[in-house]
C-alpha cells in the first residue's frame, strides 16, 4: 500500500466508511486479474459509494488520462459486482488522487482530480473539528492522522489555514 492510499484509507475509515483496500477483481481464467483497485468506501448511513485511485506518478496528462480511465472503467465494472457484491446499483463516485494539477483541470479518466492540497486540507479541517470536541486524539490505528493531528498541534493554530476551505471544495459532507 502507497502513502497516499493509506492516508485516504485511514481518513475514510475515521469517518465511518466500510474501506477495502487494493483489491483484485475480475479474476481471468488463465491466472491473474482484469485489474486492481486501490481504494473502495461505502459510507453506511448515506450509502455513499466511492472508488479511489491513487498516483504520485510524473507522467503526462495524455498518459495519466489513459491509465486512470482504465482503472475507473474496472471500478466502474467490479465494485457492485465484487468488492461490494450486497450493494444493488450504487451511485459510485470516482477520485483521482494526484501530486498537483492546475486549476481549470477537474477530471481525468472520467473521475474527479483530488490534489494533496485539497486532501491535506479536508483531512486537516476535520482533525480541527476533533479538537474543538474536546482534545480528542485520533486512535493509534491511524499512524498518519496522528502525525497530522500531532504535527497541527504542535506547529501552532491551524483555524486560518482550515478556515481557508472554501465549502465548493470539501470533499465529502459532514459527518458527527
Not at 486479474?33 to 506518478?57: K, N, R, W, Y
Not at 486549476?103 to 486532501?119: D, F, H, Q
Amino acid at each position: 500500500m502507497t502513502h497516499l492510499e493509506q492516508l485516504v484509507t485511514e481518513w475514510l475509515d475515521l469517518r465511518g466508511y466500510f474501506v477495502r483496500c487494493n483489491v483484485r477483481v475480475g479474476r481471468l481464467s488463465h491466472g491473474g486479474h482484469t485489474g486492481e483497485i486501490d481504494i473502495a468506501a461505502f459510507h453506511p448511513p448515506t450509502t455513499h459509494c466511492l472508488h479511489v485511485e491513487c498516483s504520485g506518478d510524473a507522467n503526462s496528462w495524455k498518459v495519466r488520462e489513459s491509465s486512470f480511465e482504465r482503472k475507473f472503467a474496472i471500478g466502474r465494472e467490479f465494485v457492485e459486482k465484487e468488492v461490494f457484491p450486497w450493494l444493488k446499483d450504487p451511485r459510485i463516485e470516482q477520485w483521482a488522487v494526484v501530486w498537483g494539477a492546475g486549476p481549470r483541470r477537474k477530471t481525468v479518466g472520467r473521475a474527479k482530480i483530488v490534489t494533496m492540497n485539497m486532501l491535506y486540507r479536508n483531512i486537516a479541517r476535520d482533525i480541527v473539528k476533533l479538537n474543538q470536541k474536546g482534545n480528542r486524539v485520533i486512535p493509534e490505528k491511524y499512524p498518519l492522522l496522528r502525525t497530522i493531528q500531532a504535527t497541527m498541534k504542535h506547529v501552532g493554530d491551524s483555524k486560518p489555514m482550515t478556515a481557508r476551505i472554501a465549502e465548493d471544495a470539501l470533499l465529502l459532507p459532514d459527518v458527527e
